[in-house]
């Protein structure tokens, strides 16, 4: 059995309580929410948190640079409240698009931001009263209101190998995006390193992989819609990188050139099917399974599970079916 917490992917809060409800009868052990410019992930977490019977909450992510550490301690302690499964707090640097131009906030050097603001979100959750003379954050005796019943884990988005070995020395656990069974040995060897650089244990890590999902047997019903998602990454550098380690450095450059010269149509049919069948969970029941155990074997801890409907069907049902299709695998 495989643990699947399913990630945010309705169009408004209703929706997503509609699917949370659809999980828990299937199986589904927990709900994450994200946080770009759509739904607000505190009102969504917590709204989340009070419908779940068992189920934990968690963020992935939070982008660090929209909140004070100050105030993402208090965001964190306060869902935890309501969460009764508990509350993982997943944070990230985001993109210098959605920090810079979309929340107009300096977006910083992101091993350096990220060090500090896990330090300083821990002391806060630990009740201590602190004053900062450097960094980004300036404090003069800020000290949260309320310390949090339980601990709080903090997780990292994380993919480049620098991010990974932090993640390694200072996270309780980790959330990779858009990768295979050979990324997660990498990243698990990265992490390890970390650790042993901090002199700590992994015994209680969680390596947690973002995975798309669609139950069908026709991958044409769903090609053209994880075209379009894929390609915002395939152009991203960090992300040509990664998919680089695999062999397609070379089909990166050729469609982020298409683009630019406006073939837009062919650059999404030039990206190479197995990019994306590699780094999904696309197929029957029995074919998902399968695939999972080759992520178990690798190392991957669980799933967050973003069940992808088909496009010429309609949205919420279409999820709905997904949703408790996959829970013949987490349960």
């Known amino acids: 059995m495989v643990r699947f917490d399913l990630a945010n992917c309705g169009r408004t809060i209703p929706e997503n309580l509609e699917y949370i409800r659809a999980a828990e009868a299937a199986g589904w052990k927990g709900f994450w929410i994200t946080e770009i410019t759509g739904i607000d992930g505190v009102t969504s977490a917590t709204s989340a948190a009070n419908l779940m019977q068992v189920g934990r909450t968690g963020s992935a992510i939070l982008p660090m640079q929209t909140r004070d550490p100050l105030l993402m301690a208090m965001t964190a302690a306060s869902i935890d409240q309501v969460a009764k499964g508990g509350f ?15 929340h107009a906030t300096p977006w910083g050097k992101p091993l350096t931001l990220t060090r500090q603001y896990v330090d300083l979100v821990r002391r806060f959750l630990s009740g201590e009263r602190i004053t900062t003379e ?45 990768v295979t069974p050979a990324d997660i040995i990498h990243a698990r060897k990265m992490i390890e390193r970390g650790a042993e650089k901090a002199g700590r244990s992994l015994d209680n890590f ?9 139950v069908t047997g026709d991958y044409e019903l ?49 990206i190479p099917p197995s990019l994306i069948r590699d780094r999904t969970l696309i197929g029957e029941v029995d074919d998902i399974q399968t695939r999972l155990q080759d992520y178990v074997d690798a190392g991957m801890d669980s799933a967050l599970v973003y069940p992808v409907a088909i496009p010429s069907e309609d949205l ?13 695998v987490c349960s």
């Not at 019943?149 to 997780?155: H, S, W």
């Not at 919420?316 to 013949?328: P, S, Y």
């Open 222 to 270: 769903v090609r053209e819609r994880y075209q379009r998602e894929f390609f915002t990454y395939v152009m991203s550098p960090v992300y040509q990188r990664m998919f680089d380690r695999e062999g397609y450095g070379e089909d990166c450059t050729r469609i982020e050139t298409m683009w630019r010269n406006k073939e837009r149509e062919q650059a999404l049919d030039s």
């Open 316 to 328: 919420v049902k279409d999820t709905i079916r997904n949703i408790e299709a996959l829970g013949a």
């Open 88 to 102: 993982v707090l997943g944070l990230g640097t985001s993109t210098p698009i959605i920090i810079e131009d979309w």
């Open 134 to 178: 450097t960094g980004r954050w300036k404090y003069n005796r800020a000290q949260l209101g309320m310390r949090p019943a339980r601990e709080i884990p903090i997780f990292l988005a994380a993919l480049n190998d620098g991010m990974l070995q932090l993640a390694g020395e200072i996270a309780d656990g980790v959330v990779l995006n858009f």
């Open 206 to 214: 969680e390596l947690m992989v973002f995975l798309r999902s669609t």
